[in-house]
């Protein structure tokens, strides 16, 4: 069973959109974070959470927005959507001071 | 800040042949965890090595890698390459009790037949 669940797998918008990408992680653990990978950039840290609280923001555009109702969920809001933001964007977890991170299997986002 | 690089893109390798891929970094803190992360195609990342001790030599399935800070490489290496261990490899760092995972750009193999 997947411990890291992301939904959906696959993502396609029109350009200009809004959409919500869904992670929830059954490991207990205490830190997430969203990575993405493209054709450009293959695997590009964005955000870490610990314990609800933003701890790294590597996203130049305030158009990605983390949301983290509760401790195992960060979803990942994008507004203002554009082509280039089509990639897949994986959402990840560890223990704080731990040293592994897990990843979930990425919605791959395709912009029209 | 800190870094990694792979210097290959693509590395292509005929079965039953030995494979290496490079991996160099840089980073100011002493306390760092390193890994070679594996993704198989449409899968996700997954760690396939890790090591934070100076010269020891580390091993997961045929897979070996020796973290030396003398010249800051921890490059991965395999005796005799198998078909099933196409995929993308990448280089990354932690810094022990940080948050971000630092990847390198990741190196493609391919084993042939």
């Known amino acids: 069973d997947p411990k890291i669940i992301q939904k959906p797998k696959y993502l396609v918008a029109v350009t200009g959109s809004e959409k919500i990408l869904i992670c929830e992680q059954y490991?207990?653990?205490?830190?997430m974070y969203w990575y993405r990978q493209s054709a450009k950039k293959p695997l590009e840290f964005m955000f870490s959470?610990?314990?609800?609280?933003?701890?790294d923001n590597q996203t130049a555009s305030s158009r990605f927005q983390p949301q983290s109702s509760k401790k195992n969920h960060l979803d990942l809001q994008i507004t203002a959507l554009k082509p280039d933001d089509s990639a897949t964007y994986f959402c990840?977890?560890?223990?704080?001071?731990?040293?592994?991170?897990?990843f979930g299997k990425g919605t791959r986002l395709t912009v029209v | 800040g800190d870094s990694v690089t792979q210097t290959e893109g693509l590395v292509t390798v005929t079965e039953g042949l030995p494979v290496k891929l490079n991996c160099t970094y840089q980073?100011?803190?002493?306390?760092?965890?390193f890994f070679w992360y594996v993704q198989y195609l449409n899968e996700a990342p997954q760690v396939l090595l890790r090591?934070?001790?100076?010269?020891k030599r580390t091993e997961h399935q045929g897979f070996h890698a020796t973290l030396h800070k003398s010249s800051s490489s921890f490059h991965l290496q395999k005796s005799s390459a198998q078909l099933s261990d196409s995929a993308l490899y990448y280089c990354?760092?932690?810094?022990?009790?940080?948050?971000?995972?630092?990847f390198g750009s990741g190196t493609r193999l391919l084993v042939s037949p």
């Open positions: 090591s934070s001790t100076d010269n």
């Open positions: 990840a977890s560890s223990q704080v001071g731990d040293t592994e991170v897990f």
């Open positions: 990354a760092l932690r810094r022990t009790g940080g948050y971000k995972v630092v």
């Open positions: 959470y610990s314990y609800q609280k933003l701890m």
């Open positions: 490991l207990g653990h205490n830190a």
């Open positions: 980073t100011t803190y002493l306390t760092i965890a």
